[in-house]
Protein backbone atom coordinates (compact mmCIF):
# COMPACT_ATOMS: atom_id res chain seq x y z
CA UNK A 1 0.00 0.00 0.00
CA UNK A 2 1.32 3.22 -1.11
CA UNK A 3 2.16 5.48 2.16
CA UNK A 4 0.03 8.89 2.56
CA UNK A 5 0.12 11.15 5.18
CA UNK A 6 -1.86 9.55 8.08
CA UNK A 7 -1.44 12.05 10.74
CA UNK A 8 -2.28 16.00 10.98
CA UNK A 9 1.26 16.99 11.69
CA UNK A 10 2.26 15.72 8.71
CA UNK A 11 -0.35 16.43 6.20
CA UNK A 12 -0.51 20.16 7.68
CA UNK A 13 2.97 20.64 8.63
CA UNK A 14 2.98 23.93 6.17
CA UNK A 15 -0.13 24.83 6.60
CA UNK A 16 -0.70 28.45 7.72
CA UNK A 17 -2.80 28.32 11.14
CA UNK A 18 -6.47 28.08 11.37
CA UNK A 19 -7.22 31.51 12.03
CA UNK A 20 -5.56 32.56 8.92
CA UNK A 21 -6.77 30.03 6.64
CA UNK A 22 -10.63 30.53 7.34
CA UNK A 23 -10.19 34.11 6.68
CA UNK A 24 -7.91 33.66 3.25
CA UNK A 25 -10.73 31.24 2.05
CA UNK A 26 -13.69 33.24 3.17
CA UNK A 27 -11.75 35.91 1.15
CA UNK A 28 -11.43 34.01 -1.76
CA UNK A 29 -14.42 32.39 -2.10
CA UNK A 30 -16.59 35.94 -1.60
CA UNK A 31 -14.40 37.36 -4.66
CA UNK A 32 -15.37 34.48 -6.62
CA UNK A 33 -11.44 33.29 -6.64
CA UNK A 34 -11.38 29.93 -5.21
CA UNK A 35 -12.57 26.94 -7.34
CA UNK A 36 -15.16 24.61 -5.84
CA UNK A 37 -12.64 21.83 -5.84
CA UNK A 38 -9.93 24.12 -4.01
CA UNK A 39 -12.84 25.38 -1.68
CA UNK A 40 -13.69 21.96 -0.36
CA UNK A 41 -10.33 20.80 0.05
CA UNK A 42 -9.32 23.69 2.07
CA UNK A 43 -12.37 23.39 4.00
CA UNK A 44 -12.17 19.89 5.04
CA UNK A 45 -9.08 20.25 6.19
CA UNK A 46 -9.74 23.31 7.84
CA UNK A 47 -12.21 20.88 9.52
CA UNK A 48 -9.93 18.21 10.24
CA UNK A 49 -7.44 20.42 11.76
CA UNK A 50 -10.13 21.60 14.48
CA UNK A 51 -11.77 18.36 15.13
CA UNK A 52 -8.37 16.89 16.32
CA UNK A 53 -8.72 15.26 19.86
CA UNK A 54 -12.15 16.02 19.30
CA UNK A 55 -14.46 13.12 21.51
CA UNK A 56 -15.28 10.63 18.84
CA UNK A 57 -18.55 10.33 20.63
CA UNK A 58 -19.49 14.13 20.19
CA UNK A 59 -21.97 13.46 17.31
CA UNK A 60 -21.79 17.20 16.15
CA UNK A 61 -18.35 17.41 15.50
CA UNK A 62 -17.73 13.95 13.74
CA UNK A 63 -21.23 14.91 12.12
CA UNK A 64 -19.54 18.20 10.65
CA UNK A 65 -16.49 16.51 9.67
CA UNK A 66 -17.89 13.25 7.98
CA UNK A 67 -20.30 15.89 6.00
CA UNK A 68 -17.54 17.74 4.55
CA UNK A 69 -15.46 14.83 3.75
CA UNK A 70 -17.89 13.40 2.08
CA UNK A 71 -18.56 16.32 -0.06
CA UNK A 72 -15.00 16.58 -1.17
CA UNK A 73 -14.56 12.84 -2.11
CA UNK A 74 -18.10 12.64 -4.00
CA UNK A 75 -16.94 16.18 -6.26
CA UNK A 76 -13.20 14.34 -6.90
CA UNK A 77 -15.10 10.86 -7.64
CA UNK A 78 -17.69 12.78 -10.22
CA UNK A 79 -14.78 14.98 -11.59
CA UNK A 80 -11.87 12.48 -11.49
CA UNK A 81 -9.81 15.29 -9.52
CA UNK A 82 -8.53 13.10 -7.07
CA UNK A 83 -4.06 14.04 -7.17
CA UNK A 84 -3.21 11.54 -4.46
CA UNK A 85 -1.88 7.78 -4.75
CA UNK A 86 -4.94 6.53 -3.15
CA UNK A 87 -8.71 7.05 -5.38
CA UNK A 88 -11.70 7.97 -3.85
CA UNK A 89 -13.09 4.50 -3.80
CA UNK A 90 -9.59 2.76 -1.97
CA UNK A 91 -10.70 1.01 0.85
CA UNK A 92 -8.16 2.86 3.41
CA UNK A 93 -10.49 5.54 3.44
CA UNK A 94 -13.16 3.55 4.99
CA UNK A 95 -11.33 3.18 8.23
CA UNK A 96 -9.69 6.58 7.98
CA UNK A 97 -11.11 9.09 5.79
CA UNK A 98 -9.43 12.20 7.04
CA UNK A 99 -6.67 10.27 5.73
CA UNK A 100 -7.73 11.31 2.32
CA UNK A 101 -8.14 14.64 2.92
CA UNK A 102 -4.63 15.18 4.77
CA UNK A 103 -3.48 12.59 1.36
CA UNK A 104 -5.45 15.53 -0.91
CA UNK A 105 -4.21 18.73 0.82
CA UNK A 106 -0.29 17.45 1.75
CA UNK A 107 -0.19 17.35 -2.17
CA UNK A 108 -2.27 20.40 -2.74
CA UNK A 109 0.11 22.82 -0.30
CA UNK A 110 3.17 20.99 -1.92
CA UNK A 111 2.10 22.95 -5.06
CA UNK A 112 1.67 19.03 -6.94
CA UNK A 113 -1.78 18.97 -7.25
CA UNK A 114 -3.17 22.64 -7.27
CA UNK A 115 -6.87 22.28 -8.57
Not at 8 to 35: C, F, K, M, W
Not at 82 to 93: C, E, K, N, S, V
Request: glycine share 6%.
Amino acid sequence: MTAFPSSADTAYINAPNVQEETEEILRLRRAGRISDREWLLRHAALTDRRTVGADPADGKVQTALRTIVAKLVAYDAANGTTTGPLATDDPAWVADPRGYVRQEYAIWAAGDGRP
